[in-house]
């Protein structure tokens, strides 16, 4: 049974869903990428501001990050919600039913996967429709609402984190789009996802010519002389040793992974000289810390043994270090609650023809029914979790990663996921990567997922403000788990020890005399 408010809730997003579509378009379009949505940002502050929100910009010292308060009647619990829009390089995909990147763009530029440019305009939508049924029916409570960036690098949370910025919440309600069984339609039980430590090695080539003093060059550093290695070589042999020694890093269990990205390779602007630059990112995703913290110290030795063979130092510079998640099943339900009653998203006509449209473009049989059943279907939590344990050990209790889990040490969290569109494939057959990027794009494909996800978040963050016993439930249970809360026996604190990563050379646009283009030239 919905309440008042709940029912004012529902009505207006509806009633705002044409403006959802829009600004989901909006955010696709920008395209902007980690540490980098300039106009992202900038675009969620403004509109926040219109709709009557206080709002902090650059919070936790992230130029592209943001908090935003609203109060309702003095008192009440403070829910928090929050956007994600970073893109990701190298997935500039236009919202279309053939391959082709945004106008203006080349495939190397930005584009949403997952999307986050829905991710986000869903919390929004949810928010907006909780603060007018708020106003509406007199109640009492605050909005929180938390700008992310950067959560491709698991950026922004443990910043937030550190500085304090979800403390004193009485819950989080975090979204993210899905399609692959269990995770569809669905809310975490037991198994968050786990911790995520993610570095930049800068290998430095200031001193060439102390490389090798005994070779003695009878004139310094001309084209013949004994010179180091430098910066490229280091990177180069720290990507080697690193891909060959990764095996041995943990032991072959846990679903751990490692992945790198070089994002500077330094350049010699004369004869014989070193590369006096080279920076090579990596990111690792691990059930534990412990685990994360063995494979930090290997990749240190193996950047150390690199620096010295190639007459380089090194530096280690933190992008993300995340906590595991800590399960809350009092809060679980709530959102399962509210779930249940909004249900599962469902796709048009419009949306359908669309989908034939792109199986034609790519020489398959139209179906009649071409987007995944379980799209359209909800599975239960505890459902869920049996089918996500199958292929984990009984000892693993975190998995994959990603750094809503740094918020679930602060307040009670709720991890949930409503289906994006997906498409059903024949037999034997794989879609390519931009088919999913295009139907997070497309107003008709990815609306449903929208306003589904809006509404979830809507009700379930006034199930909160006018159920004090679910409230305070949620609170118990996260008093239980940390040991007392915030500062408990079995909290774990804050891990983010470093400032943001900012200053690095993340993959961009830029304004030339070229007009404003990706950093890699269209």
């Known amino acids: 049974m919905t309440s008042s408010a709940q029912q004012t809730a529902l009505a207006h997003v509806d009633a705002i869903a044409g403006d959802l579509s829009t600004w989901t378009r909006t955010i696709f ?35 592209t990050a943001f908090c935003a308060h609203w109060t309702g009647k003095p008192g009440g619990p403070t829910i928090g919600m929050y956007a994600e829009y970073d893109a990701v390089p190298g997935n500039c995909q236009d919202a279309a039913t053939v391959k082709r990147p945004r106008p203006g763009l080349s495939e190397h530029a930005g584009g949403h996967t997952d999307p986050h440019s829905a991710l986000g305009t869903s919390s929004l939508g949810g928010l907006l429709a909780t603060k007018q049924a708020m106003e509406r029916h007199g109640l009492a409570g605050t909005l929180r609402f938390t700008g992310e960036p950067a959560e491709k690098v698991r950026g922004s949370k443990p910043l937030h984190a550190a500085k304090g910025y979800y403390d004193g919440l009485d819950g989080m309600l975090s979204f993210h789009p899905f399609y692959m069984l269990p995770m569809c339609n669905t809310v975490r039980w037991d198994t968050h996802c786990g911790a995520a430590y993610s570095m930049i090695y800068r290998f430095v080539c200031d001193e060439p010519e102390a490389w090798n003093r005994a070779a003695g060059a009878p004139i310094p550093q001309s084209h013949s002389a004994v010179r180091a290695p430098g910066a490229n070589d280091a990177l180069m042999m720290m990507y080697m040793a690193s891909k060959a020694l990764r095996d041995s890093m943990l032991t072959h269990q846990g ?12 350049q010699a602007t004369a004869d014989n000289l070193p590369a006096g630059l080279a920076e090579i990112q990596y990111m690792m995703r691990m059930p534990t810390l412990d685990m994360a913290e063995q494979a930090t110290a290997m990749l240190d030795r193996n950047a150390e043994m690199a620096a010295q063979m190639t007459g380089c130092r090194y530096e280690r510079h933190w992008v993300c270090k995340s906590r595991p998640g800590l399960a809350n099943h009092a809060i679980a339900n709530v959102v399962w609650d509210a779930m ?4 599962a998203p469902r796709w048009g006509e419009e949306a359908c023809r669309l989908a034939r449209e792109i199986q034609v473009n790519l020489g398959l049989e139209p179906m ?30 975190n998995s994959t990663s990603d750094d809503y889990t740094d918020m679930s040490w602060h307040a009670p969290t709720a991890r949930f996921y409503v289906a994006r569109p997906a498409l059903r494939a024949p037999e034997g057959y794989t879609y390519p990567g931009w ?36 409230c305070a ?11 007392g809360g915030i500062g408990g026996s079995s909290w774990i604190p804050p891990l983010a020890d470093y400032p943001p990563p900012i200053g690095f050379r993340w993959p961009e646009y830029v304004t030339t005399t070229r007009g404003r283009e990706w950093w890699i030239p269209t």
């Not at 949620?474 to 788990?481: D, H, S, V, Y």
């Open 29 to 63: 379009d920008f395209g902007e990428t980690a540490w980098r949505e300039y106009q992202s940002a900038r675009w969620y502050v403004d509109l926040l501001r219109r709709h009557g929100f206080a709002v902090e910009e650059g919070s936790a010292g992230m130029p």
């Open 340 to 343: 249940s009653t909004v249900g």
């Open 255 to 266: 679903g751990w992974s490692i992945s790198e990205a070089i994002l500077t390779a330094g």
């Open 473 to 483: 439930a949620a609170r118990r249970e996260f008093e239980e788990r940390t040991g």
């Open 368 to 397: 009649e029914k071409p987007f995944l059943a379980e799209c359209e279907r909800l599975i239960a939590p505890q459902e869920a979790e049996a089918i996500l344990r199958r292929d984990l050990p009984p000892s693993q209790h």
């Open 435 to 470: 088919v999913m990027n295009a139907l997070g794009g497309m107003p008709a494909t990815i609306d449903p997922m929208v306003t589904t996800a809006a509404k979830t978040i809507a009700l379930s963050a006034l199930r909160l403000i006018e159920d004090g016993e679910a």
